[in-house]
T-cell receptor, first 111, second 119 residues
């Protein structure tokens, strides 16, 4: 079993929908949680960066971390066709070196 | 400002040849990371540099893989005697150095990678 599990999708939604993306993990040492967006043939772009449990909001994006359940989420409000990409969750511990990634969820937002 | 720059963007080579991949991190970032992204394996950590030293090489898949960083800036990842299973996208990331206290890790920013194909 992988340390970080993520539904690969693809997830197809209409424009304007609320999107929910999720990851579960098994390593309780993880303290930092990230969401990256990756367009085709591009590198991962950092969207959200959170420490420990709680919520963080940035524009249309909200990240939630529930360490007790080892579950993290990314919500996208008013989704746009330009949000169509692969979304990767990533996490690491206090040593702050390697990131452990989920496998990525491919999102398609249809006009 | 300039982000992480990687070259070449694409590389096609024959099995058995050596390849060198280059990463130029964001100015001022002391930490540098190499990852590999392939269809079956997702994104995998290879090696981490803090300054010119590599305290964590745990992800390098074999002794054919090596990396160095000089001047605390540019890094080169070298793959010797390439095999077809080395075909992947090689991604480099950089970050500021955290102060070591809780909640002080710095986020990693990625380049667009080198797409390596071994024939």
């Amino acid at each position: 079993q992988k340390e970080v599990e993520q539904d690969p999708g693809p997830l197809s939604v209409p424009e304007g929908a609320i999107v929910s993306l999720n990851c579960t993990y098994s390593n309780s040492a993880f303290q930092y949680f990230m969401w990256y967006r990756q367009y085709s043939r591009k590198g991962p772009e950092l969207l959200m960066y959170t420490y420990s449990s709680g919520n963080k909001e940035d524009g249309r994006f909200t990240a939630q971390v529930d360490k007790s359940s080892k579950y993290i989420s990314l919500f996208i409000r008013d989704s746009q066709p330009s949000d169509s990409a692969t979304y990767l969750c990533a996490m690491n511990n206090n040593a702050g070196n390697m990131l452990t990634f989920g496998g990525g969820t491919r999102l398609m937002v249809k006009p | 400002g300039a982000g992480v720059s990687q070259s070449p963007s694409n590389k096609v080579t024959e099995k058995g040849k050596d390849v060198e991949l280059r990463c130029d991190p964001i100015s001022g970032h002391t930490a540098l990371y190499w990852y590999r992204q392939s269809l079956g394996q997702g994104l995998e950590f290879l090696i981490y540099f803090q300054g010119n030293s590599a305290p964590d090489k745990s992800g390098l898949p074999s002794d054919r893989f090596s990396a160095e960083r000089t001047g605390g800036s540019v890094s080169t990842l070298t793959i010797q005697r390439t095999q077809q299973e080395d075909s992947a996208v090689y991604l480099c990331a950089s970050s500021l150095r955290g102060t070591g206290g809780r909640g002080t890790n710095q986020p990693q920013h990625f380049g667009d990678g080198t797409r390596l194909s071994i024939l």
